[in-house]
């Protein structure tokens, strides 16, 4: 009997909530079953496998930044807290994939909680000290992933992303260090028109590439500067470069033939989402040539980055 009453109880809840119009707020808090290990086909072997494989973490990842997008900070450690105790995305992996894959997850993690208002980290200390752990963890596999480390190109700077915003959210300074170290590897190989001889190699790819590595740079250079780090400022100046190189592109991509003659292939995303870069760039730059570029394109989205980056990095736009 009694537990009959609580099974009513329960459902009367539930009721309850859906007639306040709160049961999505409630769906969206149900943490879903981890992934313990990514460990998906390469994303060029079998893109179908990949898509199939990866569902259920970028999943994961789209709810989490979703609610930290309309502030569920409650919500948001509840799904950071759960995976964290089941030590999500350590297991072992075979390939080379899921070590990207890993890197670009604990960056958006650790990205999602770097917005975590003072007052809230405070109040929610010992979820923190489940979640950060494991995310230091993702950190220092990612530090020492071989199949990163050889490259020697964009997945550098992303994992260099993942250590300086990991680094940065806990406190650990080698994580930072071992990030900026990654992070200058890519600023010093931009050359003198902004292009990078790694990613020419990509063929009809290469602008997208261009694009994809300057994202990391950026946003690094902008937690480097918390650091009182000016990463901008170094080779000359070589992140504007980039910068200006993807620019001129977006404008007129004809004009990437100044780099190579070879006729670019874009995906759809390559100058939408992957262009977030923009945001910050022009927070900090106020380059006169971007709100037209950034108007029509907002809001931009990236799940590598913690969900909304307009929201996290913008700023009003000139009328």
């Known amino acids: 009997m009694h537990n009959r009453f609580i099974r009513m109880l329960g459902a009367v809840s539930v009721l309850m909530l859906m007639s306040l119009g709160i049961n999505h707020a409630v769906a969206a808090c149900t943490v879903p079953a981890p992934v313990k290990s990514i460990d998906p086909a390469g994303f060029y072997d079998d893109p179908a496998a990949y898509a199939q494989a990866v569902k259920p973490m970028r999943d994961y990842i789209y709810q989490l930044n979703k609610a930290a997008e309309s502030k569920q900070w409650t ?63 993702i950190a220092i596999a990612t530090r020492d992933a071989d199949a990163i480390n050889h490259l020697h190109n964009n997945l550098v700077y992303w994992a260099g992303l993942n250590l300086v915003a990991t680094g940065t959210l806990a406190q650990r300074q080698e994580l ?44 690094t ?79 931009f989205s990236e799940w590598r980055l913690g969900g909304n980056v307009t929201v996290a990095w913008g700023v009003a736009l000139p009328q």
């Open 176 to 219: 930072i260090d071992a990030g900026l170290a990654r992070a200058r590897e890519g600023i010093h190989d931009i050359g003198l028109y902004g292009e990078l001889e790694r990613e020419i190699k990509r063929g009809d790819r290469a602008l997208h590439y261009h694009t994809f590595a300057l994202i990391p740079l950026v946003f």
């Open 75 to 137: 919500c948001v450690l509840a799904l950071l807290e759960g995976w964290a105790r089941a030590d999500s995305l350590m297991g072992p992996i075979s390939g080379y994939q899921g070590y990207y894959e890993r890197s670009w997850a604990g960056t958006d993690f650790a990205l999602v909680l770097l917005r975590l208002p003072r007052e809230v980290s405070e109040a929610n200390a010992d979820q923190l000290r489940v979640i950060t752990p494991w995310l230091t963890r």
């Open 221 to 299: 250079a902008e937690l480097a500067e918390r650091q009182g780090t000016n990463l901008y400022q170094e080779n000359h100046g070589a992140i504007g470069r980039l910068a200006n190189l993807v620019i001129k592109a977006v404008q007129n991509p004809d004009s990437f033939t100044e780099i190579t003659p070879v006729k670019q292939n874009l995906f759809p995303w390559t100058f939408q989402d992957e262009l977030s870069w923009m945001e910050p760039y022009y927070a900090r730059t106020r380059d006169p040539r971007l709100p037209a570029l950034i108007a029509p394109r907002r809001l």
